[in-house]
């Protein structure tokens, strides 16, 4: 249990034991109750009192399954709020089983300069030079890191839009398979780490030093539970193997929910070219893979490989935000083009989420048709250019609308929406607007509960109390680190006892059982008392008014969840 | 009589051997039948069963079933 500090400004690192206010927390819990105590509020997120906390969950490096998650954390130059952004990968499970409890980045480094962090097998950590990296895309990068450094070494890294500061710019992980196809996309933390003068952070993959687990029989035994409880459910279990996330395309879009052409329809005729099932049928032709390991730990195996026609990788993986971002989003149903905007969005280091919808605002503004593929690409690229729209377009869709004075841009707090429209999901939009994170489908997503019929999507009622429980449980389950596709488990009772037992038995003390509703609850507090110093009030808490006046086809509704349930959200009991 | 076609999402084709695709499948039920009684047929539980869209919109167990109608299958999902 040691926290790493990487002070970029006199280029030192130490090593001290976690604080006692830190204890029990990993992942979110960590970044955002660390970011609260040691960030000033009002701070530049660029400047040097910003903080950068790479934090793998509480139990990334133990036995149980699918804790392959890190969570990434710091004041976002997005949303002007606290922001954890969350990826797989390798490099939780590396840092879990050297005992490391997070990473502080502070500082920034002399103009100019550009360093990396280096973990060895024992866990020392060594700050190098980085400046013949420099303006070095993210599978390049990685590839040579991992040559110089050797094989059993993972890697986080920035691209050209880490380093050029823009707002969209990702912190890249390399996966199963060392390319740096995993992503902490969302809120700019690559900007972050940009603006430290830290281009990459090589992690030992041999660490033989976790923290010990205080009951290693219950703990095996509860894990098992899980596992078994992943395997048997037809969503983990059966359907993301088969199709990956992709395999909700459908579904959404015959709810009328699937955003498209700047979230004006909310059906998109080309959706099956582009659903999971079209990805799948594509990848058995060409010999991709539709079921891939990506993340250490993993045994859904969401991930795929993309490849082309004759069968050379393209990307990795292809997931459904994606898909929607660069595709419906823009008008653009096909995958290979969507396959090619991803996987640049991956080597230039950007969110794909934010940059598509980016694009899809440029293109409402008429700068590009809709479905033009090619001018997507061309559009990408420029950021990597650092042209002067390339910046605007890196910067995301709140920039590209002042750029071009156009009114629909699908943000909140600056962040903008992902692959659900908050008018024919009306809880989605409840998550959207209150989310300590800005528009985050992953603070707090309904689709289970409407695609089981247990709430109406179009009708506000419930929808708050909803909301409140899913950013509940979706915050805790990112301070364990368990992926949140199979966090679906913790819902039950059963899985919930399970996972209750096991934080009892990795910490030594009995957990009382409402512990991870509890844990939940302080996270979500911590944010949301970070976010009230830096500044945000109830108005950032709100959908951009097109929601609430223009109706969504086919079912012609707009937001109707009142403000009043809206500040009630962060009410807790 | 009635005949609809249906057409199946997400893994739940591979419950069906003769399964096409491109055709879907061609079930016949009786008069006033409803999607609760189409999904009893095909042996779909409610754990299987997410979204029912007839003809373009989503549709309700108790909704009837016209002639002719088309209808798609998606699974229970939790999120992307």
């Known amino acids: ?573 | 009589m009635i005949t609809v076609t249906v057409k199946l999402y997400g893994t739940l084709p591979q419950r069906m051997p003769a399964y096409d695709p491109q055709r879907g499948l061609v079930v016949t039920l009786g008069p006033g039948a409803t999607v609760a009684d189409l999904t009893r047929q095909l042996n779909l539980t409610a754990e299987d069963t997410g979204v029912v869209a007839l003809d373009g919109r989503v549709a309700q167990p108790e909704d009837r079933l016209p002639n002719d109608a088309h209808i798609r299958i998606f699974q229970v999902a939790l999120g992307g």
């Open chain 1, 1 to 573: 249990m040691k926290l790493i500090r990487v002070n970029m400004t006199d280029q030192t690192v130490q090593v001290e034991d976690v604080p006692q206010q830190y204890a029990g927390l990993g992942g979110r819990g960590l970044t955002s109750v660390m970011i609260d105590a040691e960030v000033p509020p009002q701070c530049d997120p660029l400047g040097p009192e910003n903080k950068l906390i790479l934090a793998p969950g509480l139990l990334s490096g133990t036995p149980l399954v699918n804790t392959g998650r890190i969570s990434i954390g710091a004041k976002s130059p997005l949303t002007g709020g606290i922001k954890e952004s969350n990826s797989g990968g390798k490099i939780a499970t590396s840092l879990g089983k050297l005992g490391i409890t997070a990473i502080v980045v502070e500082g920034r480094s002399p103009a100019g300069t550009l360093g990396m962090l280096v973990i060895d097998p024992s866990g020392n950590a060594v700050l190098k030079d980085a400046s013949a990296l420099k303006g070095m895309r993210t599978y390049a990068l990685s590839a040579k890191l991992l040559q110089d450094f050797g094989p059993k070494n993972t890697v986080a890294c920035i691209g050209p839009a880490g380093e050029l500061q823009l707002a969209s710019a990702s912190i890249q992980t390399t996966d199963v398979d060392d390319r740096p196809c995993r992503a902490a996309a969302r809120g700019g933390l690559g900007a972050v780490m940009g603006a430290k003068g830290l281009k990459a952070v090589v992690v030992s993959t041999e660490g033989k030093n976790a923290d010990a687990i205080a009951d290693p029989e219950a703990f095996k035994e509860a894990a098992k539970a899980i596992a078994q409880s992943i395997q048997k459910n037809p969503f983990t279990g059966q359907m993301l193997p088969a199709l990956g996330t992709a395999g909700i395309l459908g579904g959404v879009n015959a709810l009328g929910a699937f955003p498209s052409y700047n979230a004006t329809k909310g059906v998109f005729d080309g959706w099956e070219k582009i659903s999971g099932e079209a990805l799948a049928k594509r990848m058995q032709e060409r010999g991709g893979k539709t079921k891939h390991m990506g993340c250490s730990q993993c045994i859904i195996h969401c991930s795929n490989e993309y490849v082309d026609e004759k069968g050379a990788y393209v990307t990795s993986s292809l997931e459904y935000e994606t898909i929607w971002s660069m595709g419906g989003m823009i008008g653009v149903d096909d995958l290979d083009t969507i396959a090619q905007l991803d996987f640049l969005c991956d080597d230039i280091g950007l969110d794909t989420i934010n940059t598509g919808v980016a694009m899809a605002v440029a293109m409402d503004a008429g700068h590009k048709p809709f479905g033009d593929g090619a001018a997507a690409i061309a559009m990408v690229e420029e950021v990597a250019l650092g042209t002067d729209f390339g910046k605007i377009l890196g910067n995301g869709p709140v920039a590209v609308g002042k750029h071009f004075n156009h009114h629909r841009v699908p943000a909140v707090k600056g962040q903008s929406i992902a692959a659900y429209d908050p008018r024919a999901m009306q809880g989605l939009g409840v998550t959207y607007a209150t989310s300590t994170m800005g528009a985050d489908h992953t603070a707090g997503n309904l689709l289970g509960l409407y695609l089981a019929g247990a709430l109406k999507p179009l009708e506000p009622e419930g929808q708050a109390d909803a909301s409140r429980v899913a950013q509940i449980t979706m915050a805790a389950l990112d301070c364990i680190g368990l992926c949140i596709l199979a966090g679906g488990v913790v819902a039950s009772a059963k899985g919930r006892e399970a996972m209750t037992r096991m934080l009892s038995a990795k910490l030594g003390q009995e957990m009382a059982p409402d512990a991870i509703s509890a844990m939940g609850v302080r996270i979500l507090q911590a944010e949301k008392g970070f976010n009230t110093k830096a500044g945000l009030t109830a108005k950032d808490d709100r959908l951009p008014r097109f929601f609430y006046e223009e109706p969504l086809p086919p079912h012609n509704t707009v937001f109707t969840v009142t403000d009043a349930d809206l500040d009630k959200v962060y009410t807790f009991r």
